[in-house]
């Protein structure tokens, strides 16, 4: 029997050489890059013995027959698109460890009650077109058509790139899958994060993926001369701005599982011996509990509106997006977390701060996750790092959950 974490690691490194770019890692939704990634991993999944379609969007679908027609599907996950400069593991990892476990059955020429289908998303990481989870809305049936429009940085329309690739722009409704026929999703994925590392363990299961509040707050003071007004009577937008920075990272700070951060501030005039009249800052809330994370985003709002007035400035508060949180399922999160611990593994729950194709399929069918620890938890970078043995007990806790599964539907 060939060494599957082996094949694995190969077949990320192999996926990592498929890019737009000679120098670095960037394959964007229906781009050719996509189309040769598709078509290398249609070859393998028709090597474990699956029948392989490309829907409209271009989520590449493999499918394993179970015993007989009818008994229900379960599928598994992750994305093949990646962002600009990428690490090879984020996404792909998920699609190979799925199919790996496939090709374990097809070596013994098991079948399950139920078939078992592993898809590649198209897009998750929204690098083109500046919107995420195009292939994952599609396959849950929650496509917004008016995303059509969408032009990407050289003016090419999303139905345009749609057809690019032989798929029909007008026909995606047609691939929602209504989820009758769905017995769950399962998703693996890379961590992106320090904490299986810090816990000395290779793996855990998914929480919760975190909701999250994307929020535009403004200062407005007034602007004056650097040298000639007195810091007494001063209304300096800045200063407003950096207090409340710094009351962010404390609220965060204060509250388990919560994360926030405020990534860019624009000040108006922006000049060196100018008083700030105005600044911008863009905030980033995430927490794996709703109300936990609006009691937050009130109480943020509240210390802004405090600060502008001990300053006697004004302030402003956009909500730019919100997402709720989506907790993953918990029978189906229990029987991942059964497969963990027969295989020895003390079971972490994690939460997830990043957003993934798994909060898209929970539409239409219960979720479960399973975190791969990686290298300092680096992703979204060439850095981006697993360990072979790491991906070894990812295929087997994943064989075991299907096993598990099996012995449930018997
Ligand atoms: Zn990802």
Redesign the pocket.
Known sequence: MTDLAATVMERCEALGRVSEEPELLVRPFASEAMRRTNGLVADWMRAAGMTVLSDEIGNLIGRYEGRDEGDGTLVFG??LDTVRDAGKY??PL?VMVALACVERLHQRNERLPFAVEVVGFAD??GLRFGTTFLGSSVFAGTFDPRLLNLEDADGVKLSDAVRSLGGDPDALAKDGRDGSDLLGYCEV??E?GPVLERLGLPVSVVSAIAGQSRISVGFVGEAGHAGTVPMEGRRDALCAAAEFVLVVEETARSQPGMVATVGYITTHPGAGNVIPAETTLGLDLRHGDDPVRQRSVQSLRERAEGIAAARGEEYRWQVRQESHAVPTDPELTALLARAVEELGYRVEHLPSG????AAQVAEITPIAMLFVRCKGGI?HNPAESVKQEDVAVAIEVTSRFLALAAEERR
């Open positions: 992750s994305h984020d996404g998920g998750e990481e994925h890379i992106q990043a957003g993934h194709d992703s």
